[in-house]
């Protein structure tokens, strides 16, 4: 998926670094995971392979409701034989010892979420040009545009919408990881 330009063909935006900086982050704390991706980025929305399938584990383990962390992140890659497509579990420790800091992951997750987006809206763009070279009926086309549209605009208003149980048990896990229930 790249784009024709003046200067020649520009490659979709990413950002590797802010997708390791963010995977890292939630390795060292776990806690991250329900605070800045949960519900806000998907394994799509990172461009390396590698580092999708670290963030699908991540999300898997939490879904569990296991703590979200080295181990439990490589024992879920060992179970759905993956630990060796990103390199083994030394590629885990790489994403732990390159994070800056994670105090930043909030901005790491931006980040990622827009790179991703901008992908997705890349993507649309192709299908749209292809569909107005291909199709005959005009009004069909821009039919079709518009649900492409639609969807990549509607996938990030239901990001932001958190079902009430959801919110609920991330509020509970804030105040268990508090461990004060002081008012």
Do not use: C, W
């Not at 330009?5 to 935006?13: A, F, L, M, Y």
């Amino acid at each position: 998926m790249t784009l024709q330009t003046d200067r020649g063909v520009k490659p979709p935006p990413e950002k590797p670094e802010a997708e390791a900086s963010l995977l890292g982050a939630m390795l060292m704390d776990g806690a991250l995971y329900n605070e800045v991706a949960r519900g806000r980025l998907v394994p799509a929305d990172l461009s390396r392979e590698q580092h999708r399938i670290v963030l699908g584990a991540i999300a898997r383990v939490a879904e569990r409701s296991e703590q979200v962390g080295f181990a439990n992140v490589q024992s879920d890659l060992v179970a759905h034989d993956e630990l060796d497509a990103i390199g083994g579990a030394q590629f885990l420790v790489g994403l732990m010892q390159n994070v800056p800091t994670v105090a930043h992951a909030s901005s790491y997750a931006a980040i990622v979420e827009r790179t991703g987006l901008l992908r997705r809206l890349i993507g649309v763009a192709n299908e749209i040009a292809r569909l107005a070279l291909t199709r005959d009926d005009s009004t069909a086309a821009v039919a079709d545009a518009q649900e492409l549209l639609f969807a990549v605009s509607e996938s990030t208003l239901h990001r932001d919408i958190v079902p009430l149980d959801v919110a609920l048990r991330r509020y509970a896990e804030q105040i268990d990881a508090r461990g004060d229930l002081r008012v």
